[in-house]
């Protein structure tokens, strides 16, 4: 599982629906099916809790008690205080922060120069995420705190509990955590504090500060922090992916390419262009089936359960992975092959409940769902306007399960002129 993380779960479910292995000493059970994933998730969603997960572990330690690592009712009032702002109704009032990072990006990317796309996306969706929800822009720390989040996933995505087997370079990559950690914490606190010193605003950050949401110096610095990584590094895997896709998948991009001709003839989207962008989003949509940025689901049992006919106890760990159910060729026509078309709304209607998880499922799917289709929308209609990206020759692409699934080797790509 820590050596090939994709090819174990890939291996395990062609075994079956429900699997059982041992890790660290505990059985581990793998569910690989969507009634299975929303029974788990949602229809019995009560009797499992993320805490003692593996995804506890890996981001307790960066995010403190905050919204993705919360549970029971800490984590009801967190979300009920967050989800006003991802409402759909709220989102489109962001699209021109989102237009402009996307139009200063095609800027920076003018000269025909081989770009480093996926850097380059986590740049952008971190600004628009800090302006659109923190109501700042960390400006110059932009640079630095992509830096320290690729370090910090690097480190909690190869997380090895205490049996380590190689402790000196295990400490090597803690100390370098430690360093990002303390970056983070600082811009974090810098930004909270100028929202304090300035005032209230109409964002989440200004609701938190409101009174009636009265909140500690430390829980301030959880959500914030939950905020901005949680609200930008998967919606920029997220896009890096798609335009690698639509660069292997010709057809599929002169389809991308023709609707936004026809919808902005030229000029800048807005919200209002957002249902007639429709292969822009399927796009992105397919993206997300094929390398969900979230690949494994995990949750802890509190009550006995039943799983297919299997007895599960209390206490144990249950697992999903999107990356495995994505792919079933019993769900799925041509699982491996890219298709936007999929997400039609006729054909999309037709998928099952959790069959496809992109943003997680039940009560803890992804509170701003909607915010990240709508600015990956927006992001590729304004990038694909005027540029065809074009993978650099030669250059490896091949999937890496951390935290997030991400390019192993990042992804190099040329701005071409349409």
Sequence with gaps: MRDAPLEFVTAMAALGDVTRHDADGEPVYMLNRPDLARHVLKENGAAYTKER???????????????????GAEWAAQRRMCAPAFRPA?????????????????THWAGG?????????????????????????????GEGFGRAVDAVNRFIGHYVP??????????ARHAGFLRARAFLDRV????????????????????????????SDADLRDQVLTIVMAGHETTAKSLTWTLYL?????????????????????????????????RCRQAVQEAMRLYPPVWLISRRGTA??????????????VCVSPWVL??????????????????????AARLLSHQYLPFGGGPRICVGRHFALVEATLVLAVILRGLRMELVPGFPVEPEALVTLRPRHGLMMTPRPR
């Design 304 to 317: 006995d359960d039943v799983l297919d006919g299997y007895d599960v106890p209390a206490g144990s760990l």
């Design 113 to 141: 120069r081989p770009v480093r796309v996926d850097h380059d996306l986590t740049s952008l969706t971190l600004t628009v995420i800090v302006k659109a929800m923190l109501g700042t822009d960390i400006g110059v720390a």
């Design 90 to 106: 709220e989102v489109g009032r962001f699209d021109r922060v989102i237009v402009e990072a996307a139009e200063n990006l095609v």
């Design 162 to 171: 205490s049996d380590d087997p190689d402790p000196a370079d295990t400490a």
């Design 53 to 71: 997960t593996p995804d506890d572990d890996m981001l307790r330690p960066l995010l403190g008690n905050g919204l993705l690592t919360s549970d």
């Design 246 to 278: 639509l660069d292997r998948n010709p057809e599929a991009a002169e389809a991308v390419h023709a609707e936004i001709d026809e919808v902005l003839a030229g000029r800048s989207p807005t919200a209002a262009d957002l249902p007639r962008l429709r």
């Design 326 to 347: 994505h792919r079933d060729r019993r769900y799925w026509e041509q699982p491996d092959a890219y298709r936007p078309e999929r997400f039609d709304p006729d054909r």
């Design 188 to 215: 974090t606190r810098l930004i909270i504090a100028a929202r304090r010193a300035g005032g209230a605003g109409d964002d989440l950050l200004g609701a938190m500060l409101a009174e009636g949401h009265a909140m």
